[in-house]
């Protein structure tokens, strides 16, 4: 192979994919190891998340075309499809380029005895009339045409039939990236002034105060202003979670699953970086992230540390205030992480987390003074993570009551008993549920 090749980094980190899950870190590991930059970064990583977002509908095609299906074929030949087949339909890529570069790579991939099937198959699924596809239920339309594993698609069917290929198919924040301006190195509107007078194609407020949302050319990580710690990346829902935490300066608040540390920047930022904030993960690498973010942007009463929240921590403080953004299935993030719509939902593993979630609520009503507030998120729309789990807290802990918080929710949001739900088709964030609690005096 002569010179980088972005079409041969995205077909290996597919297949790295396919093998063990990750894909970001997957795909970062690959775009370093054949040293892409700039637009064929970019174009790598475009044809890399675009299979994994529609590889249920891309399968379909190609499969009507392979009497012995993709799982048949080597992996290489099976992401070498995967990938014209996605540059052609949804890249504008034309056909005739996306063919011979996928013939030129069965050659690369050492796998040139395929490059005649790769040839036909491609010509004819490329035109496949989706239109015209007869599906067995409801379950299996949504797998092919929202591209979803069977539990996810059976999950959506279930829970929200009304709106399940929509949700499938949405593109949160507007296919945009949400960021949070570093109150320390000046306001979201001069960020935004900042990041046009930089080349970033848009940027605007956001639905949730103070958030901006850009468009940028690649990574907003290797973004100067990024650098110089101008600002972070947060999702506006999640930044909605940390704002109604209500923190306030010189206060003691703990983020009991903190990592990668955006919300510990909002808290602080809220906090007017007075008091003391305890971040906490349960890994020493995962805390690794959030000293890094700590440490660019600026902020001096940040202490991350590795503590389980599943456990009691006598080390750690009682605070006036609690976040805990729960590990979660990751339901309401479809569109930020593709891989996730393929996972399966074993019921041993939901009530796994179901136990997990449960246990750090536990912790933190232990670590609450009273009058404190307590805030629970989710990055999901499953009831038995969101509402149910508040609920049975509720049962356990008497001396908790869902209180409203003074945070404008945007439009859309569904509010109830036990909580705040976020759909992305209802509000255009991504899925996501908060619940702030109020602990007696």
Same mark, same amino acid.
């Given at each position: ?166 949700? /499938?198919?949405?593109? +949160?924040?507007? !296919?945009?990236? @949400? =960021? ?5 190195? %000046?306001?979201?509107?001069? *960020? ?61 608040? /703990?983020?009991?699953? +903190?990592?990668? !540390?955006?919300? @510990? =920047? ?5 906090? %007017?970086?007075?008091?003391? *904030? ?164």
């Amino acid at each position: 192979m002569s010179g980088p090749n972005p079409r041969a980094a995205a077909v290996s980190a597919l297949v790295k994919q396919e093998q063990d899950g990750f894909s970001n870190l997957v795909l970062d590991a690959e775009l370093k190891r054949q040293k892409l930059e700039g637009r064929d970064k970019a174009f790598a990583s475009a044809i890399f998340y675009m299979v994994l977002e529609h590889r249920g509908t891309l399968d379909y095609m190609l499969g009507q075309f392979l009497p012995k299906g993709l799982a048949k074929l080597d992996a290489p030949v099976r992401e070498i499809l995967r990938a014209a087949l996605a540059q052609a339909r949804y890249m504008q890529v034309p056909v005739s380029a996306a063919v011979n570069e996928a013939v030129k790579l069965t050659r690369t991939f050492r796998k040139a005895s395929a490059s005649g099937l790769v040839n036909a198959v491609l010509r004819r699924a490329i035109g496949y009339d989706l239109g015209s596809a007869v599906f067995a239920d409801e379950v299996e339309r949504l797998m092919v045409l929202g591209s979803a594993g069977r539990d996810v698609a059976a999950f959506l069917h279930e829970h929200y039939p009304d709106e399940a290929l929509d949700i /499938l198919t949405h593109t +949160a924040d507007g !296919g945009l990236t @949400s =960021l949070r301006a570093n109150p320390l190195k %000046g306001t979201p509107e001069a *960020l935004c002034e900042k990041l046009l007078e930089s080349g970033v194609k848009s940027a605007q407020p956001g639905l949730v105060p103070g958030s901006v949302l850009a468009k940028f050319e690649g990574s907003p990580a290797e973004h100067p202003l990024f650098k110089e710690g101008c600002f972070h990346v947060e999702g506006q829902a999640s930044q909605l979670a940390a704002l109604c935490v209500e923190a306030k300066p010189g206060d003691t608040v /703990l983020d009991l699953c +903190a990592a990668p !540390g955006g919300k @510990s =920047l909002l808290l602080i930022e809220e906090m %007017g970086d007075e008091g003391r *904030l305890v971040s906490c993960d349960v890994s020493e690498n995962r805390v690794q992230l959030i000293r890094k973010a700590v440490e660019r942007m600026g902020f001096a009463h940040v202490e991350p540390r590795v503590s389980d929240g599943t456990r009691p921590d006598a080390d750690l403080p009682m605070a006036d205030a609690i976040l805990v953004d729960a590990p979660c299935s990751g339901l309401g993030i479809l569109a930020k992480k593709p891989d996730i719509r393929y996972k399966t939902l074993e019921k041993a593993r939901h009530d796994e987390l179901l136990a997990t979630q449960s246990a750090i609520l536990d912790t933190a009503a232990s670590l609450l003074k009273a009058g404190g507030r307590l805030v629970y998120s989710t990055c999901t729309i499953d009831p038995a993570e969101n509402e149910e789990q508040v609920a049975a807290f509720l049962a356990r802990h008497p001396e908790f009551s869902v209180v409203t918080s003074e945070v404008p929710f945007p439009a859309g949001m569904t509010v109830g008993e036990h909580g705040a739900l976020s759909v992305p088709t209802r509000t255009g964030m991504d899925g996501f549920f908060l619940c702030a609690m109020q602990k007696a005096q």
